[in-house]
C-alpha cells in the first residue's frame, strides 16, 4: 500500500512539475526577460492620473507603474520627439495597486505593448497589447483609443518627453 501512494505522490508531483513547465513555455519570448530591460521609469515612478484620461485603467490614479523597454525601442524612447519606434519595440508595465505593493514589487499586473508594423497613416494597425506574461498580443481598441492621446508620439506615452514634464 505504501508503495502505491508513493507511486500516485510521485505521478501527481511529476504531474505539478510538467503543468508548471507548460504555464512557464507559454510566456511569449518576445517579452519573457522584461525585467532586465531599461525601466523608463526609473528616476520617476508613474502614479496619480498624468492625462486626465485613465479611469479604472493601469490601477487608476492611486496606481503605481513601472515602464520597461527592450532594446529595440530604447534609443526611441530616450531620444526627442516625435517618437517612431521601429518594429520590435515591446514595452512592458507593471501596475501595482498601491504605493505598499509597489515598494515590495507585490504582485503586479502586466500590460504589454508590441509594435508590430509600421504603417504611418494607421497607428492602430502598427501595435498589440496583451495583458500578462502569458497572455497572446493581439489588436485591442480599447486600448489603442486612451493610447490615441499620443498619436504623434507613436501611442507611447512613456518616452523621455513624457517623463521630463511630469
Keep these: 500500500m505504501k508503495k502505491i ?10 504531474g505539478c512539475v510538467v503543468m508548471a513547465c507548460a504555464k512557464i513555455g507559454n510566456i511569449d519570448e518576445r517579452w519573457s526577460d522584461y525585467s532586465g530591460w531599461t ?5 520617476r515612478v ?7 484620461i485613465l479611469g479604472d485603467v493601469h490601477q487608476g490614479p ?3 507603474r513601472e515602464v520597461y523597454i527592450n532594446d529595440a525601442g530604447l534609443a526611441v524612447s530616450q531620444g526627442d520627439a516625435p517618437y517612431r519606434y521601429p518594429i520590435g519595440t515591446v514595452l512592458v508595465k507593471e501596475q501595482y495597486k498601491d504605493k505598499a505593493a509597489w515598494e515590495t514589487k507585490n504582485s503586479p499586473d502586466l500590460t504589454i505593448m508590441v509594435k508590430v508594423s509600421d504603417i504611418d497613416e494607421e497607428e492602430e494597425e ?3 497589447f496583451s495583458t500578462g506574461l502569458n497572455e497572446k498580443a493581439e489588436k485591442n481598441t480599447f486600448c489603442f483609443d486612451c493610447h ?10 512613456t518616452n523621455r518627453k513624457f517623463v521630463k514634464s511630469k
Excluded: C, E, S
Design 5 to 14: 501512494i508513493k507511486q500516485v505522490g510521485l505521478i501527481a508531483l511529476t
Design 39 to 43: 525601466m523608463l521609469t526609473k528616476n
Design 46 to 52: 508613474i502614479t496619480g492620473d498624468p492625462t486626465g
Design 62 to 64: 492611486t496606481g503605481y
Design 126 to 128: 502598427d501595435w498589440r
Design 148 to 157: 490615441a492621446a499620443v498619436l504623434g508620439d507613436d501611442i507611447v506615452f
